[in-house]
């Protein structure tokens, strides 16, 4: 999936928000993607700085059908690491 | 459910978010899955009184080669005022259910920032519809 590649390449700003620590995807049949980024904690106001970001990559791909999560689990054994 | 159902369980877990997100409970974590489950609620009626849709789950999926979409697919498509709240919400209740986050008396102020803005926010939209 090209698109894959360029989601992969948009999500590269999440590096920049501190408490963030990596970022991980699933791709599911057809236009689904499942977006994880990792924090060893979260809080609101870091959470929404997530999701502002989230709202900037859903806008950019509207032909894909995200779900975006903020998570601290580490990659499942079928997930594309973003960083 | 029907939709005076879901009406009924939105307003009943509205009622609970107080008696848990304040003294003695202070169980912040369970304050924010019940916010988020009563839009969930306000939502679900939402799409079936307007839409004629209940949804079968939270994000879109496959089967038989035919795609479902998810309630989050609904709310972007049906209640884009509320998506960018009900995102956040949906995201804050997973955390407090499954990864222990909100946990302890100290997350006061995230509960509180989520009740008084993305609740409120969506909350504010299903008011201006009576409910």
Same mark, same amino acid.
């Given at each position: 999936m090209e698109t894959l590649e360029k989601i992969k390449k948009a999500l590269q700003p999440l590096r920049q928000i501190e408490g963030v620590e990596g970022c991980w995807l699933e791709e599911e049949e057809g236009d689904i993607v499942h977006v994880y980024t990792v924090t060893r904690t979260v809080d609101y106001a870091l959470q929404k700085r997530i999701f502002q970001q989230y709202a900037e990559i859903e806008r950019r791909f509207p032909e894909v059908s995200f779900e975006f999560l903020t998570t601290s689990r580490p990659p499942s054994p079928v997930a594309e690491v973003v960083f | 459910m029907t +939709?005076?159902? #879901?009406l009924q369980q939105a307003h009943h877990n509205e009622n609970l978010v107080h008696v848990l997100g304040s003294q003695?409970?202070? =169980? @912040? !974590?369970? =304050?924010? *899955?019940?916010?988020?489950?009563?839009?969930?609620?306000? +939502? !679900? %009626? @939402?799409l079936? &009184? @307007? #839409?004629?849709?209940?949804? /079968? /789950?939270? %994000? %879109? *999926?496959?089967?038989?080669? &035919?795609?479902?979409p998810g309630r989050n697919d609904y709310v972007k498509l049906h209640l884009p005022p509320i998506y960018d709240a009900y995102k956040i919400l949906y995201d804050a209740s997973r955390l407090a259910r499954y990864e222990g986050a909100y946990l302890t008396p100290a997350r006061v102020g995230d509960y509180q920032n989520l009740r008084d803005n993305e609740f409120a926010s969506a909350r504010q939209f299903f008011q201006q519809l009576g409910w």
């Open positions: - | +939709v005076q159902e #879901h003695p409970l202070e =169980a @912040y !974590d369970w =304050a924010i *899955t019940v916010l988020f489950s009563c839009i969930l609620h306000f +939502v !679900d %009626a @939402y079936l &009184q @307007y #839409h004629n849709i209940t949804p /079968g /789950g939270h %994000a %879109a *999926t496959w089967k038989k080669r &035919q795609r479902i």
